[in-house]
């Protein structure tokens, strides 16, 4: 089975910067088309960011275009999230998802992906 396991949240202040990491489990994260998505209480789960298997191709919230970037370390099997200039609509908890398939576009749909994290928390203080 395949495991995504995030780290980088937490406690910031408005206008601080954040990186949060997504590690996956087994051999062929390369192949893997990869998101973040995040869901603030009370609000539903959205796109933040993506980036197709091969790298190639990128996808960014309107709200967070300029400020946020996603990235990717095949030999790490790593995906991270780069957040600058955070700010308190921010607040929310993150979740790393999976895309099993060399798709030529970014999956932008919750119900493309096919393996999620648990979700790390970022809040973001004014």
């Known amino acids: 089975q395949v495991q995504l396991v995030e780290s980088g949240g937490g406690l910031v202040q408005a206008g601080d910067s954040l990186r949060l990491s997504c590690t996956v489990s087994?051999?062929?994260?390369?192949?893997?088309?990869m998101g973040w998505f995040r869901q603030a209480p009370g609000k539903a789960r959205e796109i933040v960011a993506g980036?197709?298997?091969?790298?190639?191709?990128?996808y960014y919230a309107h709200s967070v275009k300029g400020r946020f970037t996603i990235s990717r370390d095949n030999a790490k099997n790593t995906v991270y999230l780069q957040m600058n200039s955070l700010k308190p609509e921010d607040t929310a908890v993150y979740y790393c998802?999976?895309?099993?398939?060399?798709?030529?576009?970014?999956?932008?749909?919750?119900?493309?992906?096919?393996?999620w994290g648990q979700g790390t928390q970022v809040t973001v203080s004014s």
């Open positions: 087994g051999r062929t994260f390369s192949t893997y088309g």
């Open positions: 980036i197709s298997w091969n790298g190639g191709i990128t």
């Open positions: 998802a999976a895309k099993d398939r060399r798709l030529n576009r970014v999956p932008l749909t919750i119900d493309e992906y096919d393996y």
